[in-house]
């Protein structure tokens, strides 16, 4: 009996917390982050305040979840793009498209690159990032590098330089840029650094 009370306790506090992300996340894309208040976020959680506080300290803890949230689910799209057997060059091609697909997904480009280094600042937005899609990057350019596909440079300075690149495609596309366009150059860019 005590199991089944810790495991129904255990579900409703994951149920709740998830809730109270997807409202986030919800909120987090339609408006920005100085617009929206806890009432708000328990409000579409359906939640009370007092359980917001439990699970998170404040929104902008919150926020961060749902950063992480966000973050993750981009890498996994990434990772998704490139069957195993996919040489390391044409993974990084897929992968690049597959960042752009993610980031298409309506109100990510501004909650992961806009919103996220001015609420928790650029350490911590870059900290998640890292965990995530810069990750993602920077596992295929060590892989390809490794492989001979690109010759031996510092790889951190490349995952930085090449995930500004792909950063700046998103925020240009989301603003109406032409994604073709964006597509066409960092083809050209992968083609310098690829042999």
Known sequence: MQEIRRRSNKDRSETTRAALI???RALFAEKAYSDIGTPEI??????TRGAL???FADKQALFAAVADAEAAAVASEIEQSSPEDTSPAQALLAGG???LDAMAVPGRTRLLLIDAPAVLGHAEAKAIDMRHGARTLHDG???AIEAGAMPAMPIEPLT???SAAFDQAALDIAAGGSRKEWEEILGHLFAGLLR
Do not use: D, P, Q, S
């Open 22 to 24: 997807a409202a986030g």
């Open 42 to 47: 328990v409000a579409r959680a359906g939640v």
């Open 53 to 55: 506080y439990h699970h």
């Open 97 to 99: 498209k597959a960042y």
């Open 141 to 143: 350019l060590t892989l």
């Open 160 to 162: 930085a330089m090449i």
